[in-house]
């Protein structure tokens, strides 16, 4: 059964740092656009950030632009979220998904959960001193 599995999340002071990661099972990443999304407790599940296929375009929700690196390794079937500069606004539930095949649009402009089938069960981020 093909699936997505994060790992990496934990509980970090404000100013800190995480690498999360997006693991494969079942299937090659490489075909696949990949999305990290959140979700804070009573709030909708928001995009964060995307990476298209060979890495050809990434994208940031406006509140992580310059704090937060999406990186691909295909050869490790994984892709990476590095997180610096946390703040207590970004505790929540971090979901990576994926999607198959060429979307030249997918990782432009408002990153759509919709757009992507393969879903983890997510990974626990808590920004608190």
């Known amino acids: 059964q093909s699936q997505v599995v994060e790992s990496g999340g934990g509980l970090v002071q404000p100013g800190g740092s995480l690498r999360l990661s997006c693991t494969a099972s079942?299937?090659?990443?490489?075909?696949?656009?990949i999305g990290w999304f959140r979700q804070a407790p009573g709030k909708e599940r928001e995009g964060v950030s995307c990476?298209?296929?060979?890495?050809?375009?990434?994208n940031y929700a406006d509140s992580v632009k310059g704090r937060f690196t999406i990186a691909r390794d295909d050869a490790k079937n994984t892709v990476y979220l590095h997180m610096n500069g946390l703040k207590p606004d970004d505790t929540a539930v971090y979901f990576c998904?994926?999607?198959?095949?060429?979307?030249?649009?997918?990782?432009?402009?408002?990153?759509?959960?919709?757009?992507?089938?393969?879903w983890g069960q997510g990974t626990q981020v808590t920004v608190s001193s």
């Open positions: 079942g299937f090659s990443l490489a075909l696949y656009a």
């Open positions: 998904a994926a999607i198959w095949g060429p979307h030249p649009n997918i990782c432009t402009g408002v990153i759509d959960k919709r757009r992507f089938n393969v």
């Open positions: 990476i298209n296929r060979n890495s050809a375009s990434t």
